[in-house]
């Protein structure tokens, strides 16, 4: 009996493997596809950057505010580093180390958030993270607009899902 447990198990696993390896494959291939930047010292400091935006403190932010300055300075079309210096004023904000109000930190966020887009219309990351920070600036329907073609980009990034969730409440 437990032979035949283990058996259907691996024949499910089998199944859902065969039906979900197109769709991987056709987002791996949209993912490789998209425009990014063929600088690779701006690629480098995003990538750089991107650990520190995504555990930020007040050194990790003042640290990826410096390394995606210098991947904007040698880009200015690369969405992915504009969409993080946007995250990056977001979290500096929540964590009380933006000189100002909200609504200026909102502002400046939304900038960089609408750069971000104006470079790559089809990153679903990028829209996600611009419908996020719309929402947050009180603009629902813009966020959901920017929400609802991240969706239709691809519904399975966690980006998507997650920031989308923000546009969502």
């Known amino acids: 009996e437990l032979d035949d447990v283990f058996a259907l198990q691996d024949k499910v696993t089998a ?36 650990r520190h935006v995504l555990s930020p403190t007040p050194e990790s932010t003042d640290r990826a505010m410096a390394l995606l300055r210098l991947a904007t300075d040698i880009d200015r079309g ?24 909200r609504d ?25 993270v611009a419908a996020y920070l719309t929402v947050m600036a009180g603009d629902p329907v813009g966020a959901a607009d920017l929400h609802k073609r991240a969706f239709a980009l ?3 990034s966690n980006s998507v899902c997650v920031f989308g969730g923000w546009v969502q409440i």
């Open 15 to 50: 199944t859902v493997a065969a039906a979900i390896e197109p769709r991987v494959l056709e987002a791996e291939i949209a993912r490789a596809t998209r425009k990014s930047t063929s600088k690779l010292e701006a690629y480098d400091y995003c990538l750089q950057a991107r």
């Open 78 to 101: 690369y969405a992915q580093a504009w969409m993080m210096k946007a995250l990056c004023v977001n979290f500096r904000f929540l964590l009380g180390l933006e000189e100002g109000n």
């Open 104 to 128: 200026s930190a909102s502002i400046e966020a939304v900038k960089y958030a609408r750069e971000a887009v104006s470079c790559d219309r089809d990153d679903p990351e990028v829209l996600a």
């Open 154 to 156: 691809n519904p399975h």
